[in-house]
């Protein structure tokens, strides 16, 4: 898979770009990721890529050009755009697997107080990570690369993302390493008994209890 990343941002993906899984993702070649400064795109002398909103308001409001021309030099025809934005659909697990199917991302970040209307005629889909506002687009699309790229073939062991909370619509049980006695802090004893069965069993209850304590709506889900 290729992302391509289009920002006015550029060094706010260093350390997600050298760091830990999506580092060893990169360089073992299992995803290629180019961030993108669309302002080396516009044609203003200035390199603007911002102006006031016609009819007044506060703030600038990204212009199309140089996201235009961004997009259109790194366009395939199998590629998919996605515009963040917090009017968009909301991430989730779900739709990180269905990204996980695609050859090319382009992914789109927004600043400032908006974007021109008609950038959203670029984009196949529009993506929000929640309902707050950020200052831009440029943390939610490291949420949505890094949601992705740990799904493809091979960067984590399948098993580890198999049974992640929210595939099976449960949280995840609580899990405990050494020592077993901390600060009087004790590992459940069903955990030490090397009993499967039952430790199967302790684990799918707890992931129910949890699931019912902390979020009753997923249980609805299943
Ligand atoms: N840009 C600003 N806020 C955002 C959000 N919540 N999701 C995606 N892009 C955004």
């Not at 899984?21 to 203003?44: E, G, M, P, T, W």
């Not at 007044?56 to 050009?65: F, K, N, R």
């Not at 050859?103 to 959203?120: A, K, M, Q, S, T």
């Not at 030490?192 to 129910?208: A, T």
């Amino acid at each position: 898979m290729t992302i391509d990343i289009l920002t006015l941002f550029p060094n706010m993906f260093e350390g997600f770009l050298n760091e830990s899984i999506i580092k060893r993702a990169i360089s073992k070649k299992q995803v290629v990721i180019n961030i993108h400064n669309f302002r080396d795109y516009s044609l203003d002398p200035h390199h603007k890529v911002d102006d006031y909103a016609f009819g007044g308001g506060e703030g600038m409001v990204l212009m199309p050009q140089p996201i235009f021309d961004c997009v259109a030099s790194l366009k395939k025809e199998n590629s998919k755009v996605i515009l963040l934005t917090p009017q968009g659909q909301t991430f989730n697990q779900k739709m990180a697997y269905t990204l996980t199917k695609e050859e090319h991302l382009i992914i789109i970040c927004g600043h400032y107080e908006g974007f021109d209307e008609r950038i959203r005629t670029l984009a196949d889909i529009e993506l929000s990570i929640g309902d707050y506002i950020l200052t831009g687009g440029e943390l939610a699309s490291m949420v949505i690369a890094d949601a992705v790229v740990r799904l493809l073939d091979g960067v984590i062991k399948t098993n580890s993302h198999q049974n992640d909370s929210f595939n099976s619509h449960l949280l995840d049980y609580p899990v405990y390493t050494k020592p077993v006695d901390f600060r009087g802090m004790l590992v459940p004893e069903v955990l030490l008994s090397g009993h499967h069965e039952n430790i199967k069993k302790w684990r799918y209850e707890e992931q129910l209890k949890r699931t019912k304590e902390r979020r009753p709506d997923l249980l609805e889900k299943r």
